[in-house]
């Protein structure tokens, strides 16, 4: 395989990590900062063991605390979300990302968007609306927006680690989980959660594997995978969860929710394949 197709797989297997957060997340009957802090107590921790086993040094300048900002925001606003709106609805509302990398790439760094770019933002958050309609809910504005910041700042971490130096990347990743667990770290003094042992277990799953492992491929991925590409193909999080629903809960996906996932997957999934050959024919 070539290198390309290596990253499309990183970012793949990325996403279906990201994607167990809703199962274990139920097992913490904590604070959600507290949860992300901790959260991001371990997967910091597992970040630096990856960096320091690939030998890989700690950097520290603006373009990585710019990386660490985005990214850290990115969990605190997300977590907010589920708290002051619906599951569903703060995942759609996180998954206007796409949207936003489009606007800042034309904005910020001057480039043009191709024609099937932006056919497959549309076919994406199209899939991903028809996958929740039957649990989208009216109201919960102020949660709805603080989930459309949290897509904003999805965007801007994409955009950020894809674009700084290579070297930089995983310390951009590492400093937005600093910024998490300084963030929730208070919550958790404040609230004295009981720290059970199925509790602590699936914090250090989710530490681990959720986010820790799941950032390192993210972070391998993007030397070969641009910062849009990440994002469409990180669309299968917000797929897998229900099926993880269903697995060990018996929630079965309606027809809307099967409809959006085909949607969604056969748009990338050409979009991949046609993308590469007219990169290449260019």
Same mark, same amino acid.
């Not at 297997?13 to 997340?25: K, M, N, Q, R, V």
């Given at each position: 395989?070539?290198?390309?197709?290596?990253?499309?797989?990183?970012?793949?297997?990325?996403?279906?990590?990201?994607?167990?957060?809703?199962i274990f997340i139920?097992?913490?009957?904590?604070?959600? @900062?507290?949860?992300?802090?901790?959260?991001?107590?371990?997967?910091?921790?597992?970040?630096?063991?990856c960096?320091?086993?690939?030998?890989?040094?700690?950097v520290l300048n603006r373009n990585t605390l710019t990386a660490g900002f985005f990214s850290g925001c990115t969990y605190l606003c997300f977590v907010t979300a589920n708290k002051l709106t619906t599951a569903a609805n703060a995942i759609v509302m996180q998954f206007t990302s796409p949207v936003f990398i489009v606007i800042y790439s034309v904005l910020f760094f001057h480039k043009k968007v191709r024609k099937q770019d932006a056919a497959v933002v549309l076919c994406?958050?199209?899939?991903?609306?028809? @996958?929740?309609?039957?649990?989208?809910?009216?109201?919960?504005?102020?949660?709805?927006?603080?989930?459309?910041?949290?897509?904003?700042?999805?965007?801007?971490?994409?955009?950020?680690?894809g674009e700084i130096e290579p070297a930089e990347r995983f310390s951009g990743v590492l400093n937005g989980q600093i910024l998490t667990f300084l963030v929730g770290l208070p919550f958790f003094l404040a609230?004295?959660?009981a720290l059970t042992r199925t509790a602590l277990i699936a914090?250090?799953?989710?530490?681990?594997?959720?986010?820790?492992?799941?950032?390192?491929?993210?972070?391998?991925?993007?030397?070969?995978? %641009?910062?849009?590409?990440?994002?469409?193909?990180?669309?299968?999080? %917000?797929?897998?969860?229900?099926?993880?629903?269903?697995? @060990?809960d018996g929630e079965? %996906?309606?027809?809307?929710?099967?409809?959006?996932?085909?949607?969604?997957?056969?748009?990338?999934?050409?979009?991949?394949? @046609?993308?590469q050959e007219r990169t290449q024919e260019a």
């Amino acid at each position: 395989m070539n290198k390309e197709r290596i990253a499309i797989i990183e970012m793949l297997t990325c996403a279906a990590l990201w994607s167990i957060a809703g199962i274990f997340i139920k097992l913490v009957p904590w604070n959600g @900062f507290a949860v992300a802090g901790m959260r991001s107590l371990v997967a910091g921790i597992t970040i630096y063991l990856c960096m320091r086993l690939m030998g890989i040094g700690y950097v520290l300048n603006r373009n990585t605390l710019t990386a660490g900002f985005f990214s850290g925001c990115t969990y605190l606003c997300f977590v907010t979300a589920n708290k002051l709106t619906t599951a569903a609805n703060a995942i759609v509302m996180q998954f206007t990302s796409p949207v936003f990398i489009v606007i800042y790439s034309v904005l910020f760094f001057h480039k043009k968007v191709r024609k099937q770019d932006a056919a497959v933002v549309l076919c994406t958050m199209l899939g991903i609306a028809l @996958f929740f309609i039957d649990q989208l809910a009216p109201g919960y504005v102020l949660g709805n927006l603080v989930g459309i910041a949290s897509g904003m700042f999805m965007a801007g971490m994409f955009v950020t680690v894809g674009e700084i130096e290579p070297a930089e990347r995983f310390s951009g990743v590492l400093n937005g989980q600093i910024l998490t667990f300084l963030v929730g770290l208070p919550f958790f003094l404040a609230t004295k959660p009981a720290l059970t042992r199925t509790a602590l277990i699936a914090i250090l799953i989710l530490g681990v594997f959720q986010l820790g492992i799941s950032y390192v491929l993210y972070v391998q991925s993007t030397k070969y995978c %641009p910062p849009l590409a990440c994002n469409l193909l990180g669309a299968l999080e %917000p797929l897998l969860n229900p099926v993880w629903v269903f697995l @060990f809960d018996g929630e079965r %996906p309606g027809l809307f929710a099967l409809l959006g996932s085909v949607v969604v997957i056969v748009s990338i999934t050409l979009w991949c394949i @046609f993308g590469q050959e007219r990169t290449q024919e260019a």
